[in-house]
Antibody, heavy 125, light 108 residues
Framework: EVQLVESGGDLVQPGGSLRLSCAAS????????MHWVRQVPGKGLVWVSH????????NYADSVKGRFTISRDNAKNTLYLQMNSLRVEDTAVYYC??????????????????WGQGTTVTVSS | DIQMTQSPSSLSASVGDRVTITCRAS??????LNWYQQKPGKAPKLLIY???NLQRGVPSRFSGSGSETDFTLTISSLQPEDFAVYYC??????????FGQGTKVDIK
């Protein structure tokens, strides 16, 4: 079964740090781009970060750039999100997401086809 | 960054109704547009990718259309299990890949 399982969410004070993990199983983890998406309860989805299949390319939302670091360990089938200098507005459910490319010739389309169950990060004093 | 605007923000419909949700991009994204469904307490589920391609296992009452800046998600005959929040997402070029603000479909 294809599965993503996040962990590491917790209550942390503003300015603190947290590392989220996402364990992948049931597919060849090293072959896929991976993303983090977050959602404040009752609000919409917000893209946070992306890493390519070998970890050489990363992208971040402006709101987390310089504070969050995405990484992966393909030998352990695990995705990470290191979150530093946390702010109250970082409070959210964080989802680990797989992107599956579908290519027609040279044109590829990317859908987020597998999602974890989410892990909750609460930043509060 | 590319901005995605969905309309309406919410709608009320009855079982059997035809439902249409629209999504507009702030610039041309060709057909790099996905639709997701999210039910309360659950992770989102991919319904449509590349504007009109049905993800495996998704019922055929769901369909997508559009290109460039204007896109539509249609549910041909609303079923009880379709009451949820729907999001569009653009995946044009490299990330950031932005989402629309969501459309809540509830029971009339």
């Amino acid at each position: 079964e294809v599965q993503l399982v996040e962990s590491g969410g917790d209550l942390v004070q503003p300015g603190g740090s947290l590392r989220l993990s996402c364990a992948a199983s049931g597919f060849i983890f090293s072959g896929y781009w991976m993303h983090w998406v977050r959602q404040v309860p009752g609000k919409g989805l917000v893209w946070v970060s992306h890493v390519d299949s070998d970890g050489s390319t990363t992208n971040y939302a402006d709101s987390v750039k310089g504070r969050f670091t995405i990484s992966r360990d393909n030998a352990k089938n695990t995705l990470y999100l290191q979150m530093n200098s946390l702010r109250v507005e970082d409070t959210a459910v964080y989802y680990c997401v797989r992107v599956n490319p579908v290519c027609y010739g040279r044109r590829c389309y990317y859908g987020m086809d597998v999602w974890g169950q989410g892990t909750t990060v609460t930043v509060s004093s | 960054d590319i901005q995605m605007t969905q309309s309406p923000s919410s709608l009320s419909a009855s079982v059997g109704d035809r439902v249409t949700i629209t999504c507009r991009a702030s610039q041309s994204i060709a057909r790099h547009l996905n639709w997701y469904q999210q039910k309360p307490g659950k992770a989102p589920k991919l319904l449509i990718y590349a504007a009109s391609n049905l993800q495996r296992g998704v019922p055929s009452r769901f369909s997508g259309s559009g290109s460039e800046t204007d896109f539509t998600l249609t549910i041909s005959s609303l079923q009880p299990e379709d009451f949820a929040v729907y999001y569009c997402q653009q995946t044009f070029n490299t990330p950031p890949w932005t989402f629309g603000q969501g459309t809540k479909v509830d029971i009339k």
